[in-house]
């Protein structure tokens, strides 16, 4: 069975950090690139990063450059999201998902995967 499972929102205020970890099982994560996408009430869903696990190469949207961080480790099956400087805007619920193939990143970018996890709320106080 796939799973991805995200942990580590929470209550944050303005100008702090959090680490999200998206953990996975019952795929083969190597041959997978995982994104994290936001979701805020009433707007769509956006990617804001992603990361090939076969290769490290890595997407940014010009939103996060900067502030967000994304890394991967092969041997935990997890891929983890270090946001910094956060704003009250940042509030949403965090989704990792993971996308086969080589080109996994374009279509991560395109909002679409194969695979996808319930999501964390972030919530960024003023």
């Known amino acids: 069975e796939v799973q991805l499972e995200e942990s580590g929102g929470g209550l944050v205020q303005a100008g702090g950090s959090l680490r999200l970890s998206c953990a996975s099982s019952g795929f083969h994560f190597d041959d997978y690139a995982v994104g994290w996408f936001r979701q805020a009430p009433g707007k769509e869903r956006k990617e804001m990063l992603s990361i090939s696990s076969s290769d490290g190469r890595t997407y940014y949207a010009d939103a996060v450059k900067g502030r967000f961080t994304i890394s991967s480790d092969s041997a935990k099956n997890t891929v983890w999201l270090q946001m910094n400087s956060l704003k009250p805007e940042n509030t949403a619920v965090y989704l990792c998902?993971?996308?086969?193939?080589?080109?996994?990143?374009?279509?991560?970018?395109?909002?679409?995967?194969?695979?996808w996890g319930q999501g964390t709320q972030v919530t960024v106080s003023s």
């Open positions: 998902a993971a996308t086969y193939g080589i080109d996994a990143l374009e279509v991560l970018a395109g909002g679409r995967g194969d695979y």
